[in-house]
């Protein structure tokens, strides 16, 4: 019988697992991931009095197979906080057993909680089934928005 | 001789003239304005104990000529906050003055202050003065991101 899906926030207890997660899915997205101080301040910008984030692991049968980053950015237009989801990663043998579709629907639930107009995100163009299963969810893909950014070496 | 331009917080006394802005972006964008309730949720947000995000207005000659709204971000894999640019906006009869750089320098600054790895923002794909712009500022267009959302009534 399958053990229920739990997602409960990141704790000193479990930070090591999560820090290995978030390794995992700079790998699968083929970018840097953080280094030894990026992980130092990850620490303290989760704990710290103002968290710079909020950061959930997910555990089945006592494994961490997943998190989930969120930030509350701001619409001016709706005037109502939106859920920015950083980072949704699920270790890739764990899918198609619809816990990805829990993770999401947790998503969902938090952006209520905090009465957020909307929930917002980036895909990777190449991630073919994260992008079938947000389209499924009836998110709506931007494309008349480009995406900008400037590097700390030009600031 | 010109006035020099000044960019100041928005507070009590000129919060009219900022939502008299923002509709004017809206315009521009031609995208719904906040309605009734969203403009005092909007004065709410900009002046409660943990305000959502923190507005400056541009004034010259005594006149306000545009606004800027910034909110923190998160980057998880640099482990550092990002400022995000919700928006950036320059009556259209005030453009080609180099205000929209002092403009852009002024969110530089405040990047770092906040000790930010990065800039980020969207911009229509319609609006090539400010995509001109954002190049000339050696910014980056992450076409491989695809911007996500998922709106209110599916959550």
């Not at 859920?83 to 764990?94: A, H, K, R, V």
Request: hydrophobic share 35%; with cysteine.
């Amino acid at each position: 019988m399958k053990q229920e899906l739990e997602i409960k926030p990141v704790d000193h207890n479990n930070f090591d697992d999560f820090l290995q997660l978030v390794d995992k899915l700079a790998e699968y997205e083929k970018l840097m991931p953080p280094d030894k101080d990026a992980k130092k301040r990850l620490k303290n910008d989760a704990f710290s009095k103002n968290p710079r984030y909020e950061a959930y692991l997910v555990e089945k049968d006592n494994q961490y197979i997943g998190y989930i980053i969120l930030i509350l950015t701001y619409s001016s237009f709706l005037a109502l906080p939106t859920l920015y989801i950083e980072d949704i990663f699920l270790l890739p043998d764990q899918r198609q057993n619809g816990y990805g579709t829990k993770m999401f629907d947790f998503c969902k639930k938090i952006a209520n909680e905090k009465k957020c107009g909307r929930i917002e995100w980036h895909v990777l163009d190449w991630n073919k089934p994260a992008i079938n299963f947000y389209n499924k969810q009836k998110a709506v893909h931007l494309r008349e928005w480009l995406y900008y950014r400037l590097t700390k070496d030009h600031f």
